[in-house]
Every structure is written in structure tokens, then in C-alpha cells.
């Protein structure tokens, strides 16, 4: 069974800087993704990144471009999101997503992921 577990929100001042960690187990082989999304109350859900466990491929999209990095940590099986300069407009539940094949399948629907862990808050404040 894929179990994903996220951590890492939490209150941060705008400009600040946060890391997400995802720990994922029950996949058999390296040929998974893990990505990322978020939803703010009231809002749709929004594509954040995506990482190929396989090759290492990342992708970003718009709303954290040019200021985050995804990484993993394969012996661990965890998968970090870093998040800098943050915003209030960060403020959101981000979730961690996993599924077979690649990012590209997915782009930037990474909610369109067959496995969810539970949400993490961050909160920028102004």
C-alpha cells in the first residue's frame, strides 16, 4: 500500500523561507513521481512542482517558479519542497501526490495523482 506522509508547514513572515517533506512508502520500484499541489480556502486547487524519482527530472510551476527547489532523498524515500521569498499568497494546504510514470503525464494536474498524503498548512503572514 503507497502511504505519503507530508510535514513541514507552519507560520512563516513573508520572505521567509519553508521546507516540505513527503515520505513515501509501498512503491516496488524507482519509476514513481511525487509532486505537489496546494489549495488556498476559497480557491482552486494549483500545481506547485513535480519530481521524477527515476531520473530526478523536476518541473515548476508559475506561481513558485525561480524561487523553490524540489529534491528527493532516495535512501530515505522522502522528498523535500523548498519554498523561499515567501508570499501571502502561499498561504495554502499543500498536499504531496504520487503516482507511476512521469511528471510530463501529469503537468501541472499533479492533483490528477492516484495517491494523496494529508495536507500541511503554511501560513505567510504580511
Known amino acids: 500500500e503507497v502511504q505519503l506522509q507530508a510535514s513541514g508547514g507552519g507560520l512563516v513572515q513573508a520572505g521567509g523561507s519553508l521546507r516540505l517533506s513527503c515520505a513515501a512508502s509501498?512503491?516496488?520500484?524507482?519509476?514513481?513521481?511525487i509532486g505537489w499541489f496546494r489549495q488556498a480556502p476559497g480557491k482552486v486547487r494549483e500545481g506547485v512542482s513535480c519530481i521524477d524519482i527515476n531520473d530526478g527530472s523536476t518541473y515548476y510551476e508559475d506561481p513558485v517558479k525561480g524561487r523553490s527547489t524540489i529534491s528527493s532523498d532516495n535512501a530515505k524515500n522522502t522528498v523535500y519542497l523548498q519554498v523561499d521569498n515567501l508570499k501571502p499568497e502561499d498561504t495554502a494546504v499543500y498536499y504531496c501526490?504520487?503516482?507511476?510514470?512521469?511528471?510530463?503525464?501529469?503537468?501541472?494536474?499533479?492533483?490528477?495523482?492516484?495517491?494523496w498524503g494529508k495536507g500541511t498548512l503554511v501560513t505567510v503572514s504580511s
Open positions: 501526490v504520487a503516482d507511476r510514470g512521469y511528471c510530463a503525464l501529469y503537468n501541472p494536474y499533479y492533483y490528477g495523482m492516484k495517491y
Open positions: 509501498g512503491f516496488s520500484s524507482a519509476n514513481f513521481v
